[in-house]
Structure formats: structure tokens, C-alpha cells
């Protein structure tokens, strides 16, 4: 069973900057492939970006809607992997998940955060 805690979600103007944190339980880690994803109202669930894990690489992998602007990153001695948001749009405005996939990959996530709320004002 791996824990997912999201943290750093707020109000922020457009234009500007949030960092999302995925704090994850477990002694493995730098196993994990992560995922941020997100969910505005009375929308799907989308994809915003993907890290592999450190023993396949670590890898990054961005939704179109986001490359340029927001960065994936992870630190395995803390257990957290980050999403950097920048030059923030009012279309950003969603809940954010992060979401764990241990190995063997390939079958969808295995874990989910409970969500952080990203706010952004015009």
C-alpha cells in the first residue's frame, strides 16, 4: 500500500507561479513512475505530465497543453515528486492528482493522491 499526499495548490493570478508537491510513502521510490493529472469541473480527468521511474531513467513526458510551462521533477531521498507550474493560465484552474505506478508498469496507476486545488484568476 503506497500513500499520496499533494500539497501546494492555491490561488494565483495569470501569469503566475505554483509548485505542486506528491509526498509518497514506501522504501522504493525511486521505483515509482509518477503522474500529475487533473480534473476541472464538469470535465475528464486529463494527463499533465509523467517522470519514469529512476531505475528505468526517469524520463519526462508532458501534455501538449502544458510543455514549455510546467516541469516534472522528482527528489528520491524525500519521497516527493514535484510539478513546477509557470506562466499559469485560467484554463490551468483544476484539481490536481498525482498518481504512483509501481512495477511491473504498464498496467495504469496503482495509487492516487486525494487532490490539490489549482486556482487561476484572469
Known amino acids: 500500500q503506497v500513500t499520496l499526499v499533494e500539497s501546494g495548490g492555491g490561488l494565483v493570478q495569470a501569469g503566475g507561479s505554483l509548485r505542486l508537491s506528491c509526498a509518497a510513502s514506501?522504501?522504493?521510490?525511486?521505483?515509482?513512475?509518477m503522474g500529475w493529472f487533473r480534473q476541472a469541473p464538469g470535465k475528464d480527468r486529463e494527463f499533465v505530465a509523467a517522470t519514469a521511474s529512476s531505475w528505468s531513467g526517469g524520463s519526462t513526458t508532458y501534455a501538449d497543453s502544458v510543455k514549455g510551462r510546467f516541469t516534472i521533477s522528482r527528489d528520491n531521498a524525500k519521497n516527493t515528486v514535484y510539478l513546477q507550474m509557470n506562466s499559469l493560465k485560467p484554463e490551468d484552474t483544476a484539481a490536481y492528482y498525482c498518481a504512483a505506478d509501481l512495477p511491473p508498469y504498464g498496467r495504469g496507476y496503482d495509487y492516487w493522491g486525494q487532490g490539490t486545488q489549482v486556482t487561476v484568476s484572469s
Open positions: 514506501g522504501r522504493t521510490f525511486s521505483r515509482y513512475a
